[in-house]
């Protein structure tokens, strides 16, 4: 996130999935937080996509010491005003920090979902044929599996957000 930006929480799912994360957060947290993932499915540029955001805790008493540290720097305290948010945040270990978004779009998936059931399909259909002429004398088609190709693996897109306040 840019220094100085408005919070990341840049459209209404990231502003709705940080709310979920917000309210599953606590003032006093005795141990780890069961942070539950938030995601839904929507159209984004037009693809139907998969739309996951998780917590990003303050897992270690490291976090919490080097960004409350941070949050009294003039610089991030200006920082936060010029956002408008509130300034002096301190954050206690489990608490809240940031969030983990990932956008799967599904186009590509769903294709390869498709393909890969063809390919299951086949693959049972020659072990039939195997099952079936058991006998030397037939000769078997030869079914060759095209392996998924690495290169099309569905693309994920992950971003860091923090929302500060
Ligand atoms: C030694 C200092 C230090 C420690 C330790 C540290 N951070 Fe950070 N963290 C930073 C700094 C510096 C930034 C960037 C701040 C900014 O850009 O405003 C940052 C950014 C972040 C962000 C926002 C991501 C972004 O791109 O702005 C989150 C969320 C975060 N840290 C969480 C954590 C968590 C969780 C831990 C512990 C597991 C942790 N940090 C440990 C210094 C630290």
Redesign the pocket.
């Known amino acids: 996130?840019?220094?100085g930006a408005k919070p990341?929480l840049a459209d209404s799912f990231q502003r709705w999935a940080w709310q979920q994360l917000e309210a599953q957060d606590r003032p006093e947290p005795e141990g780890p937080i069961d942070w539950k993932p938030i995601w839904r499915i929507e159209t984004l540029n037009g693809v139907n996509t998969l739309r996951y955001m998780r917590a990003?805790?303050?897992?270690?008493t490291?976090?919490?010491?080097?960004?409350n540290?941070?949050e009294q720097r003039p610089e991030?305290v200006a920082?936060r005003l010029a956002g408008g948010i509130s300034t002096g945040k301190m954050w206690k270990l489990h608490q809240l920090?940031?969030?983990l978004e990932i956008n799967i779009p599904l186009d590509r998936v769903e294709a390869r979902a498709e393909e890969h059931n063809r390919l299951t399909f086949m693959v049972v259909l020659g072990c039939c044929c195997r099952a079936c002429c058991a006998s030397d004398s037939w000769s078997l088609p030869t079914w060759r599996a095209r392996a998924p190709s690495r290169g099309s693996s569905p693309g994920g897109r992950a971003t860091?957000?923090?929302p500060?306040s």
């Not at 990003?56 to 270690?60: G, K, L, N, Q």
């Open positions: 996130m840019e220094p990341g990003d805790p303050a897992a270690s490291t976090c919490v010491e080097c960004h540290r941070l991030t920082m920090m940031g969030a860091i957000l923090s500060g």
